[in-house]
Nanobody, 127 residues
Framework: QVQLVESGGGLVQAGGSLRLSCAASGRTFSSDAMGWFRQAPGKEREFVAAISWSGGNTYYADSVKGRFTISRDNAKNTVYLQMNSLKPEDTAVYYC????????????????????WGKGTLVTVSS
């Protein structure tokens, strides 16, 4: 089993930046691939970004490409999401996720089938 704990959410003005962190513990061999989803009020969960174990393969939703950067520090079992140029439409609960397969992060927009999820951290972007 893998436990995921997100941190770094908060309130920020449009155009500002935040960095989210997700620390993995437990059977971290099951978290070769990690990433982020988000769920805005009244909307379904959607894919944000994902990264392979080596960090060599990254994927981003079109809505965040060029503004967000995903990275990881395997020595700390931690994945990060640097969010720049934030917009009000980025307001959502951001969920960290982990799975042995990177494919599951990009197969569906909602992340169906991904094994492990954090409880989420709220990001609010004011206008």
């Amino acid at each position: 089993q893998v436990q995921l704990v997100e941190s770094g959410g908060g309130l920020v003005q449009a155009g500002g930046s935040l960095r989210l962190s997700c620390a993995a513990s437990g059977r971290t061999f099951s978290s070769d691939a990690m990433g982020w989803f988000r769920q805005a009020p009244g909307k379904e969960r959607e894919f944000v970004a994902a990264i392979s174990w080596s960090g060599g393969n990254t994927y981003y939703a079109d809505s965040v490409k060029g503004r967000f950067t995903i990275s990881r520090d395997n020595a700390k079992n931690t994945v990060y999401l640097q969010m720049n140029s934030l917009k009000p439409e980025d307001t959502a609960v951001y969920y960290c996720a982990a799975d042995s397969s990177l494919y599951r992060f990009i197969a569906t927009d909602q992340g169906y089938g991904i094994d492990y999820w954090g409880k989420g951290t709220l990001v609010t972007v004011s206008s």
